[in-house]
Antibody, heavy 120, light 107 residues
Framework: EVQLLESGGDMVQPGGSLRLSCAAS????????MNWVRQAPGKGLEWVSS????????AYADSVKGRFTISRDNSKNALYLQMSSVRADDTAMYYC?????????????WGQGTLVTVSS | EIVLTQSPATLSLSPGQRAIVSCRAS??????LAWYQQKPGQAPRLLIY???NRATGIPARFSGSGSGTDFTLSISSLEPEDFAVYYC?????????FGGGTRVEIK
């Protein structure tokens, strides 16, 4: 059974840093691209970042480019999101999501999310 | 960046009725479109991929159609568990985008 378990969400002050983790199990992790998607309270879904299976390619939304870094450790079946210079509008539930194998594939498994609150 | 516009924002229907949700892309995306369902307090769930393929375990009352810039999600006969928010997402290239969402609520 595919499982994705996010952790690391917390309350952080504006300008601070936080690292989110996503522990994956039930599939061959390095075969799949992974994503971070967030949802601000009462708002819609926003794609944040994606990374290829081997970790050699990644992309970011303009809203987080230069502040967030996606990475993965295939030996640990783990996905990460390093957040720095956080702002109030980064407050959201952060989901990790696995893409189907192949190119241009949708996200077929999602974790339950971890909550990040940016507040002084 | 591709912009996805969903309509309507809210759909008020009764159980048993048919729901139709639209998603329009700002440029052609072929059939690289997915639909997700999200219920309160839950993660999104993949319903439809490649515009018209149902994901594993999704009931046949859900169907998707369209190509290019205009797409539709249809629910043939609403069940109580179908009242939720629905999002489209384009899957051409990074960066990816979601539509703004359509809430299907009980009338």
């Amino acid at each position: 059974e595919v499982q994705l378990l996010e952790s690391g969400g917390d309350m952080v002050q504006p300008g601070g840093s936080l690292r989110l983790s996503c522990a994956a199990s039930g599939f061959n992790f390095e075969d799949y691209a992974m994503n971070w998607v967030r949802q601000a309270p009462g708002k819609g879904l926003e794609w944040v970042s994606s990374i290829s299976g081997y970790g050699d390619k990644s992309a970011y939304a303009d809203s987080v480019k230069g502040r967030f870094t996606i990475s993965r450790d295939n030996s640990k079946n783990a996905l990460y999101l390093q957040m720095s210079s956080v702002r109030a509008d980064d407050t959201a539930m952060y989901y990790c999501a696995r893409d189907q194998r192949g190119y241009n594939r949708p996200s077929d498994h999602w974790g339950q999310g971890t909550l990040v609150t940016v507040s002084s | 960046e591709i912009v996805l516009t969903q309509s309507p924002a809210t759909l008020s229907l009764s159980p048993g009725q048919r729901a139709i949700v639209s998603c329009r892309a700002s440029q052609s995306i072929g059939t690289f479109l997915a639909w997700y369902q999200q219920k309160p307090g839950q993660a999104p769930r993949l319903l439809i991929y490649d515009a018209s393929n149902r994901a594993t375990g999704i009931p046949a009352r859900f169907s998707g159609s369209g190509s290019g810039t205009d797409f539709t999600l249809s629910i043939s006969s609403l069940e109580p568990e179908d009242f939720a928010v629905y999002y489209c997402q384009e899957r051409t290239n990074w960066p990816l985008t979601f539509g703004g969402g359509t809430r299907v609520e009980i009338k």
